[in-house]
């Protein structure tokens, strides 16, 4: 099972901009699904974006879509998620997520997500 390791949440000022990032350690990164989910306070975890493993095609939830963006480079084991315009209700804590099960369409709605966690990294956006 992979081991992942969540970065680069902070505090921002709405329209801001923050990368997150995600350094997962063992082996075959490749061959792994990666997205991000979150989760505000009081609320269910949250689909945020995935990306398949080849990185051949992401997929975003409605709220982020046109503003955040996914992206991965395998030789570096790590998943990136860019977001700019942030908005308060953006405020949340951002997981990290491995799926082995890559046959699996990783869209909004669709999929859970695997078994392994980050720890997550707090983004808050003030307004």
């Known amino acids: 099972q992979v081991q992942l390791v969540e970065s680069g949440g902070g505090l921002v000022q709405a329209g801001g901009s923050l990368r997150l990032s995600c350094l997962a350690s063992?082996?075959?990164?490749?061959?792994?699904?990666m997205g991000w989910f979150r989760q505000a306070p009081g609320k269910d975890r949250e689909f945020v974006a995935s990306?398949?493993?080849?990185?051949?095609?992401?997929y975003y939830s409605d709220s982020v879509k046109g503003r955040f963006t996914i992206s991965r480079v395998n030789v570096r084991s790590t998943v990136y998620l860019q977001m700019n315009n942030l908005k308060p209700e953006d405020t949340a804590v951002y997981y990290c997520?491995?799926?082995?099960?890559?046959?699996?369409?990783?869209?909004?709605?669709?999929?859970?997500?695997?078994?392994?966690w980050g720890q997550g990294t707090q983004v808050t956006v003030s307004s």
């Open positions: 997520n491995a799926d082995s099960r890559i046959w699996l369409v990783p869209a909004a709605g669709r999929w859970p997500g695997g078994d392994s």
């Open positions: 063992g082996p075959n990164f490749g061959a792994y699904t």
């Open positions: 990306i398949t493993y080849s990185g051949s095609a992401a």
